[in-house]
């Protein structure tokens, strides 16, 4: 089951709509739908909230934005679950991600940092990269030179559209993950949407109909029978 729910990304008004606070994004969204409210603790170095009864044994489940910037994150996260003696198997860490387009996500268990700073810090302070990743998709430059930039950067109207709508698709795994069903919320994050079926073929055309009060076409004149003479 994830105990602690953490959002990755740079604190400050300037980085606020960039792609990599995409983590941010997700965390606010949960705590809206929770009315939860994250607020600043020092001694974990974040934004955090403290929702009671909703882990499966009845305890409670955290929310945090570590207010580090994004390559020190492991700080904020190690000393939290530390202090609450949280597993990394039950920590959900959400994070942008440049190899999946806007719109799409991806779950996993652990695996490389594949570049990214703020996983790289969290790998080196928990001491294991064995804890869940969600993976928010916000597309790649197709230039490494500009990756710095382009994160750093707000998406496009159409891009954040398709953010928003992938991290709602997530959310609506959460009670699944909060159950330990983490096979089901894999299926649930990756399930793709069905694909519209073709138009039926249009009917053949019948006959014409006769139109009430006109006249029927006169019968085709029959032919001479055998062994008439025509």
Do not use: C
């Not at 009845?58 to 390559?71: D, I, K």
């Not at 959400?94 to 990214?116: T, Y």
């Not at 009060?213 to 029959?222: D, T, V, Y």
């Amino acid at each position: 089951m994830i105990k602690l729910f953490v959002g990755l990304g740079n604190p400050g008004a300037e980085y606020e709509a960039t792609r990599h606070n995409a983590g941010f994004w997700w965390i606010d969204a949960l705590a809206q739908r929770w009315g939860a409210r994250l607020v600043a603790e020092s001694g974990y170095k974040g934004l955090l909230a403290r929702v009671n009864g909703k882990a499966a044994d009845g305890g409670p489940v955290w929310l945090l934005e570590p207010m580090t910037y994004m390559n020190r994150s492991g700080v904020s996260v190690a000393a939290l679950a530390r202090f609450f003696k949280i597993p990394p198997a039950q920590i959900l860490v959400v994070h942008d991600e440049l190899d999946l387009l806007p719109g799409q996500a991806k779950l996993k268990l652990g695996g490389s940092a594949a570049g990214h700073n703020g996983l790289k810090d969290i790998h080196a302070m928990l001491g294991t990269p064995d804890y869940w990743r969600l993976r928010l998709g916000i597309g790649h430059p197709g230039v490494k030179a500009e990756v710095v930039n382009y994160v750093l950067r707000k998406p496009a109207p159409d891009q954040r559209e398709a953010i928003e709508r992938s991290i709602d698709k997530t959310l609506d795994a959460v009670d699944l993950m909060l159950a330990g069903s983490m096979d089901k919320a894999l299926a649930a994050v990756h399930a793709q949407p069905p694909r519209p079926k073709p138009p039926r073929p249009p009917r053949p055309a019948g006959p014409p109909q006769a139109v009430a009060g006109e006249p029927s076409p006169p019968p085709a004149p029959a032919g001479p029978t055998p062994g008439e003479t025509p």
